[in-house]
């Protein structure tokens, strides 16, 4: 059986192990999957490195479409620890919350959650955006270094802490801001820089307009003349 | 790492299965505790009290101790041992049998204590450990486990959790804990016993004097939100009730779910994925510092 010609294939989880699964996706170049009875199980689609779609019916565990390259995975429920850890192109997107440290890392690519992320959101983000449907928990953002975390719903305390370059907005409440981050200006390229978002990621209804920007104030990371005899 | 497990049952239509559902929640979380396991099960409460006991020697003499227990309470004592545990009944006070045992039998732990708990563990393989005790077999309103991964303590069996120290109370927990040693000597000053030198016991500790100085259970874990310091994910159990916390950060991994049958959390969802009904489940993860809390009326 020639893998390339696999499409609209069930994999079932009952009867197949994660390995099997993701030794089948791996396998594949193109095509459409769908996972079924995921139970939670870790480390599902992870590391795929194909322009395929993988459809995941049920709740994800921990990393899930963990390092993704090039695939669209889509989970029908929630997901768990480190979704889409350091994803490096193509989309995940989740129809439920997602648990601590989604995204993290990530160098590219696209994450949507629809509901809540928990802590941690966007830790260390490379590149990757983030789109939230809902709201995110504490250290969202945290040490960020480029791309833009977009949240509808509301940040939770020390939002972007220590962050580098990555671009912040929220629609609701901030709880707190990190240190070294700040609210800036929402200035025409950022509003037109979110809705290009909020449309890549399946929010055309949602006005650009009604977000708070955040970003870094860059007194962490630039040494400064004062600090010389400290070290 | 660690794996905590916790059911408790909305209706009375799940209560022959109880036990049989926490085995199968249980054995989702081998991976994360591998060293040793533990259960608690809230059965009908009886009239009189009801311990267990666990002897790590090979030499314990049962039906002795119950006889000089009888002797010294000047009530009956009734003792059923299962393994290396066993089942100790009396008319007389629980508590103050605990204590006398504590004093007076050093070869053994005292496990449990109450109208409705029993408490059972041991070390090794988690699923060994549940068909060790029965776990599959028993009924009730909600159970509590958990599987270790020793940090704190040596990998012994009365350092396996859950850990009881007040009537019918008991707490299960994935994390550490900085200043038990500080908190263990203020809650002996106040009379509080404890049998090993874990910091779970110490926690389990804390809220069963609180909560014997008059706090409810949400109460009890609301002022240990303030005292305890580490990183903690609490399942804790009451003869009513059921209660989830997690420290201010968040450290520790949890997801709660519910239907009109059941309550559960766990560390992982794979667990409560065993469960009837999961599929029209609300899951979701607590939040940090929040209790998440749930009891029948006495």
């Known amino acids: ?231 | 790492m660690c794996g905590i497990v916790g059911l408790y049952l909305k209706s009375e239509n799940l209560s022959d299965d109880l036990g049989r559902l926490t085995a199968l929640m249980l054995h989702e979380m081998r991976g994360r505790g591998p060293d040793s396991a533990g259960f608690a099960v809230y059965g009908t409460p009886e009239k009189g009290s009801k311990l267990v006991l666990l002897s790590e020697t090979d030499s314990v003499d049962w039906t002795s101790i119950g006889k000089r227990l009888e002797a010294a309470q000047g009530a009956s004592v009734e003792i059923a041992p299962i393994a290396n545990h066993a089942v100790l009944r009396t008319e007389g006070d629980g508590q103050a049998a605990r204590d006398w045992l504590i004093a007076n039998a050093p070869e053994v732990t005292v496990l449990s204590v109450g109208q409705s708990i029993e408490l059972f563990k041991g070390i090794g393989d988690p699923d060994l450990v549940a068909e060790r005790f029965d776990l599959a077999g028993r009924s009730g309103t909600h159970a509590i486990a958990h599987t270790r991964m020793a940090t704190e303590s040596a990998v012994t069996t009365a350092g396996s959790h859950p850990f009881s120290t007040g009537a019918d109370t008991c707490l299960v927990h994935n994390g550490s804990l900085s200043n038990h040693n500080g908190l263990r000597r203020r809650l002996e000053k106040s009379g509080e016993r404890f049998q090993t030198e874990n910091d779970s016991e110490v926690a389990a500790g804390y809220l069963a004097a609180r909560m014997r100085m008059g706090d409810t259970l949400s109460e009890a874990v609301e002022a240990a939100l303030k005292d305890l310091d580490g990183f903690y994910t609490f399942a804790i159990g009451t003869a009513q009730g059921f209660a989830v916390v997690r420290d201010p950060i968040a450290c520790k991994p949890a997801v709660m779910a519910e239907t009109d049958d059941w309550v559960a959390m766990s560390s992982e969802f794979r667990a409560i994925a065993k469960l009837p009904g999961v599929e029209h489940a609300r899951i979701w993860e607590p939040k940090p510092s929040e209790i998440y809390s749930w009891s029948r009326s006495a």
Do not use: W
Not at chain 1, 31 to 59: E, K, R
Not at chain 1, 75 to 95: H, P, W
Not at chain 1, 177 to 203: F, N, S, T
């Open chain 1, 1 to 231: 059986m020639s893998v390339k010609t696999l499409s609209n294939t069930a994999l079932d989880l009952s009867t197949l192990s994660v390995r099997e699964v993701n030794r089948i996706l791996h396998a594949a170049e193109d095509g459409a999957f769908t996972v079924l009875h995921p139970n939670g199980a870790h480390a599902l689609a992870c590391g795929l490195n194909a322009p395929i779609d993988v459809s995941i019916q049920g709740h994800a565990g921990y990393y899930c479409a963990g390092m993704n390259k090039a695939a669209s995975v889509t989970i029908d429920g929630t997901a768990g620890t480190g979704l889409a850890e350091n994803i490096m192109s193509g989309t995940v997107r989740v129809t439920g919350d997602a648990s601590q440290s989604a995204g993290a890392s990530g160098h590219g690519g696209l994450v949507v959650i629809e509901g809540d992320a928990s802590a941690r959101c966007g830790i260390s983000m490379k590149g990757v955006d983030i789109v939230v449907g809902g709201s995110v928990g504490h250290m969202s953002a945290f040490m960020a270094q480029s791309g833009i975390l977009a949240v509808l719903g509301d940040a939770g305390e020390a939002l972007g802490d220590s962050i580098y370059e990555a671009h912040l907005y929220v629609r609701g409440k901030v709880a707190g801001l990190g240190a070294d981050c700040v609210e800036k200006e929402m200035r025409p390229e950022h509003i037109a820089e979110l809705r290009a978002l909020l449309d890549r990621a399946g929010y055309p209804d949602v006005d650009a307009t009604t977000f708070r920007r955040y970003g870094s104030a860059r007194t962490l990371y630039h040494f400064h003349v004062d600090n010389v005899g400290t070290y």
